[in-house]
């Protein structure tokens, strides 16, 4: 009897790169060929570098994952039917920010249903690390010079012309003038001496007869009066 043998080809890897030098947080790319895949079976893949593996990040769709995230996050690929030659397979990592140095970088896969790890062989990458960016300073616009506003001078108003007010004019009463005290045996008027003499033909003056009838009558009046008046007092003081 013949015995049937069945030889299972253990899964290899072996990784290339098309970038000896990257940026540290620049995306790159690692090619990994694979042979021994078991056919149509699926299996997780990972990027692994640097110090102690931890300063690659492996990128799934849009996300970035750390060494030690969960095998479930991380990108899977299906392995095809006839597995006799080297499968390509590629997988996008980039180291942090701060990484600088050569470093070294490897894949890693692992089938779905098992718990073993297959490595690919150690390759080296110049990192350099990620430039800081220099804050570029922001010209600050000077304010422009507020426009000075010339104050117009208001018009001085028309002092308007007050009248003038007129004196109040005050009634003082003139007081009545004393009465002249009469004294007896005087005559109390001068007797008016009215000039009617007339100028005769021969230059001389000529005083009519009215005239001194008149200085005759005021002087025989004075007389009476003041002899009536005298009478009286001497007769009030022989009482």
């Known amino acids: 009897m013949f015995s049937t043998l069945v030889f299972t080809l253990a899964l290899a890897v072996s990784v290339t ?128 010079p507020t426009p000075t506003t010339t104050a117009t001078p208001s018009p001085s108003p028309t002092p308007t012309k007050k009248p003038t007010p007129k004196p109040t004019t005050t009634n003082t009463s003139t007081p009545s003038p004393s009465p002249t005290p009469v004294v007896l045996g005087e005559a109390t008027s001068t007797p008016t001496v009215i000039d009617t003499a007339t100028v005769n ?12 009838l008149m200085v005759v009558g005021g002087l025989v009046l004075s007389t009476t009066a003041g002899f009536s008046i005298w009478k009286k007092y001497r007769e009030e003081n022989s009482a």
């Open 17 to 144: 790169s098309p970038h000896t030098n990257v940026v540290g947080g620049d995306e790159f790319e690692l090619n990994a060929n694979v042979t021994g895949f078991e056919p149509s079976s699926t299996y997780y893949i990972k990027a692994l570098g640097g110090d102690n593996n931890y300063e690659v990040l492996t990128k799934n769709n849009e996300s970035w994952l750390s060494w030690n995230s969960s095998w479930d996050s991380m990108p899977q690929f299906v392995s095809p039917e006839a597995t006799e030659s080297a499968t390509l397979v590629t997988v996008k990592g980039k180291f942090k920010d701060d990484s600088s140095g050569t470093k070294d970088v490897k894949v890693r896969i692992r089938k779905v249903d098992l718990d073993e790890n297959y490595d690919s062989n150690l390759i080296s990458i110049l990192v350099t690390a990620k430039a800081t960016p220099t804050p570029t300073a922001t010209a600050t616009a000077s304010p422009s």
């Open 201 to 212: 033909s021969s230059g001389e003056k000529s005083i009519p007869n009215f005239s001194i």
